[in-house]
């Protein structure tokens, strides 16, 4: 089963940037969608962005203009770009991709946004 691994998290003031990094032991040039998702203590797990196979993506409204999210399937990784941080985006954040009705989590990456 082909495992995911996050980096790029990390302390960063409110305004600045970070780039999140999956990467992947396996292909995922067939993977049907692969996204990102967040969790702080206390609370579910929220959808983030998703890129598709075919290229297409979604964000969530709170993130809409700020993240970007992308896909390099000759590296097997996913990246999420965040600009215009707020402490509202502290939290893990985790790589998913779906391949039929299989999907896998990685570990998670802690973003904390703070002055």
């Known amino acids: 089963q082909v495992q995911l691994v996050e980096s790029g998290g990390g302390l960063v003031q409110p305004g600045g940037s970070l780039r999140l990094s999956c990467a992947a032991s396996g292909s995922i040039a067939s993977a049907n969608d692969m996204g990102w998702y967040r969790q702080v203590p206390g609370k579910q797990r929220e959808f983030v962005a998703a890129?598709?196979?075919?290229?297409?993506?979604n964000y969530a409204s709170s993130v809409k203009g700020r993240f970007t999210i992308s896909r390099d399937n000759a590296k097997s990784t996913m990246y999420l770009q965040m600009n215009s941080l707020t402490p509202a985006d502290t939290a893990v954040y985790f790589c998913?991709?779906?391949?039929?009705?299989?999907?896998?989590w990685g570990q998670g990456t802690q973003v904390t946004v703070s002055s």
């Open positions: 998913t991709a779906r391949w039929g009705v299989n999907t896998v």
């Open positions: 890129v598709l196979v075919g290229g297409g993506t």
